[in-house]
RNA sequence: CGGGGCGUGGCGCAGUCCGGUAGCGCACCUGCUUUGGGAGCAGGGGGUCCCCGGUUCGAAUCCGGGCGCCCCGACCA
């Protein structure tokens, strides 16, 4: 007989490990439509969470959300060049409605720069009406060659900031603000710490002027691109006429941003904390936070299914999102399974033992080096300190996290075939010095399958500036993290 | 688009080479006994064998042609 409760082992075949992972903790499940998935209530419950902590960060830093069109006329689209150059091959075009051929196709929005900056023309006349600070929540669609649950799909679930503002400083700062937003974000909710930086000119977004990314190292060392914020310059004002009079009197083109993260993230999340036993929420971001299984024996489990009652109530009291799985069709072990398998952090076992006794059984969805998955303790206890473990929790994710990026990450590496051994022998991250050549970018991508992340910003630089690039040839004019990239 | 693998009850698969009217495990339903790490016994329900065409008395199986999915590559914020 097959044992088909296991999962294939993160060591054995990384990409199983995750496919499996994400449909049978019921993240996500494809679905009748090519490279489109159907996120299910546990995927999606996760997204909320996530909505909710960004949306309240967005609000926070003065932005408002409206809505476009999801179908934007095609000639839009054509307007900025290297935006159509950019986003034409994976277009999904509508020729056809109600019944007729239509004058003019729409394109299923890839990313609505073209249609929010037409608009953002009509609404703007005077510096007095900048800037303009929207988000936008919304599904997109790009027709990839090839798709993957959560990572690429064809279409997805996602937020994009798009800012208008008078001068090209107060864009470059709304950029970087957002980008460090992102990371916080990153960090403090999901526990997937990035690195952070400008993105290359060949790696940049279609229709930009320079764009800053946030990269996540995940289990297998490759490197997802998690968030990514652009200043935009005046490319699109100008095709678009957004244009405002100044004090002084004189006409100018607004400048402009905007930034996204989307459902890729839960696939990040799942990369960077799932184990063999599946996936692992952390405690912020988790629909369910502590599940509590009655264990009942015997003809009468009134007495313990009040006392999980009240234990259920106290916690909820306290802030925390509990579930009672009060099924009694599924044995106990049963159970712990499925919970595991789908990442809840904490789990209380309340039985008759345990009303004798005034105690419950908690156990930790991951469990620290020596330390024993079960502990029995005290009722009010585990109901008092259950607020202040899930911060630990959550922390001890991010810790973990992170305490693993920088062990995967090599520094000071100053020839090609450094590069390919450290890339061979399982590095993540890889900093060395460029000389600012796109053709040095090609020959280590041919030989290596990396490409440069990110130009890291100040703080994830290294603490000696290499002085040549790492192709031999010419002085390094600044230094890049290099990695085999999803 | 190139290479590889695969389409058979909800899921995972066997059967295909060698044609004979579909089977196993899990899941599901009913009953009883159970429940502190994937419960047991008994009974039961469920399948256009991816699609179209051909060969044949007869096709999951042979032949021809499609379609779809997964992995690797190429490509891609």
Redesign the pocket.
């Known amino acids: 007989?097959?044992d088909?409760?296991?999962?294939t082992p993160r060591s054995e075949?990384?990409?199983?490990w995750?496919?499996e992972v994400v449909q049978r903790a019921e993240l996500a499940d494809?679905s009748p439509?090519?490279?489109s998935m159907v996120i299910r209530p546990w995927g999606y419950g996760i997204w909320e969470n996530m909505q909710r902590a960004l949306d309240d960060m967005f609000k926070e830093t003065g932005h408002e959300n409206a809505y476009f069109p999801l179908l934007i006329p095609m000639s839009f689209i054509e307007k900025e060049k290297e935006h159509v150059e950019?986003?034409a091959?994976?277009l999904a075009v509508v020729t056809q409605a109600g019944g007729k051929e239509l004058e003019e196709p729409y394109v299923i929005r890839?990313?609505s720069e073209t249609i929010i900056y037409s608009m953002y023309a009509k609404w703007v006349q005077s510096y007095r009406d900048l800037p303009i600070l929207m988000n936008q929540w919304a599904n997109?669609m790009?027709w990839?060659?090839?798709?993957?649950?959560f990572l690429?799909t064809a279409e997805?679930l996602?937020q994009?900031g798009h800012t208008a503002h008078a001068t090209a400083q107060e864009a470059e700062e709304e950029t970087l603000m957002i980008l460090g937003l992102y990371r916080t974000f990153m960090e403090d909710w999901i526990g997937m710490p990035p690195i952070t930086g400008l993105?290359s000119e060949s790696?940049?977004?279609?229709g930009a002027v320079r764009?800053y990314?946030c990269e996540a190292l995940m289990q297998d060392n490759k490197a997802l691109?998690a968030?990514?914020s652009h200043f935009l310059g005046q490319n699109f004002a100008k095709q678009f006429d957004l244009k405002f009079q100044s004090e002084a009197g004189q006409e100018e083109y607004a400048w402009n941003t905007s930034w996204?993260?989307?459902t890729?993230l839960i696939g990040g999340l799942v990369m960077t904390h799932g184990d063999d036993?599946g996936l692992i929420v952390p405690p912020r971001l988790a629909p369910i936070q502590v599940v509590i299984v009655p264990?009942?024996?015997?003809?009468d489990?009134s007495a313990v299914l009040e006392k999980v009652d009240e234990v259920a109530g106290r916690l909820k009291a306290a802030g925390v999102r509990v579930k009672i799985d009060a099924r009694?069709?599924?044995?106990?072990?049963?159970k712990?399974?499925?919970w595991?398998?789908k990442g809840v952090p904490f789990?209380l076992?309340?039985?008759?033992?345990?009303?004798e006794k005034g105690s419950?059984?908690l156990?930790r969805r991951v469990v620290p080096d020596g330390a024993k998955?079960?502990s029995?303790l005290p009722e009010a206890q585990a109901v008092a300190e259950m607020p202040d473990l899930l911060e630990a929790f959550q922390s001890e994710l991010r810790d973990a996290a992170k305490a693993r990026r920088e062990e995967n990450t090599v520094r000071g590496v100053k020839s090609l075939e450094e590069l390919e051994e450290a890339l061979d022998g399982g590095a993540g991250f890889v900093f060395t010095g460029w000389n600012g050549e796109p053709a040095v970018e090609d020959a280590v991508?041919e030989r290596t399958?990396a490409t440069i992340r990110c130009l890291p910003g100040d703080e994830f630089r290294s603490a000696e500036t290499p002085s040549k690039c790492v192709s031999g040839s010419g002085d390094s004019v600044t230094e890049v993290a290099w990695a085999r990239?999803?």
Not at 13 to 16: G, R
């Open positions: 007989m097959a088909d409760k296991k999962l075949d990384f990409a199983t995750y496919n494809y439509v090519r490279g950019g986003f091959p994976e890839p990313t997109v790009r990839e060659m090839r798709t993957r649950l690429r997805f996602w994009e993105k790696e940049k977004f279609a764009s990314s691109q968030g990514t996204g993260v989307s890729r036993s264990i009942l024996k015997g003809d489990p009694d069709n599924l044995s106990p072990g049963a712990y399974y499925e595991e398998r789990r076992e309340i039985g008759p033992k345990d009303l419950v059984a156990a998955r079960k029995f991508k399958k990239a999803y």
